[in-house]
């Protein structure tokens, strides 16, 4: 397992471990029919709430939901927009399984600074930053750019 520091964020190994092991029960409620490739997400906020996440697959297929996307939905719709950290697992052995494009982008709307942990069925781990997995990210900062005005003949 991957050794954790002690950070501004109080990531001690302790709370990596209760993390990643609420993503790996969150996996267990995974509704993947279709795919049978569950997944199971758990965000820490800023408040020390951990809030649980799975996939949610429909059979029309575009209208699933991945397990991040639905914690953090979750968080948000209970109040909490400050995370420290998120967890994800899925049933995947041998690799260091990174969420979609789609998840990034939801990930980076509430902030860049807050750790990713990338973990296995052994419950190893690789922790990453929203800035690495997402670098030049789209967000907030960007629809205040100054733009192009249209509307005028000049």
Known sequence: ???AQNDSNNLTPEVIKK????????????????????VGAAILTEEGKTIRGCNVENAS???GLCAERVAIFKAV??????????????DVKDADLAPCGACRQIMHEFGGEYKVILSRTDFTYR?????ELLPMGFGQQDLKRPRMNY???N
Do not use: V, W
Request: with cysteine.
């Open 1 to 3: 397992m991957e050794a």
């Open 19 to 38: 993390l990643i092991e609420s993503a790996h029960e969150a996996k267990k409620k995974s509704h993947s029919p279709y795919s049978n490739f569950r």
């Open 61 to 63: 297929y575009t209208l």
């Open 77 to 90: 719709s209970d109040g909490y927009t400050n995370f420290k950290a998120l967890a994800i697992a899925c």
């Open 127 to 131: 922790t990453m930053t929203m800035k």
């Open 151 to 153: 509307n005028n003949n």
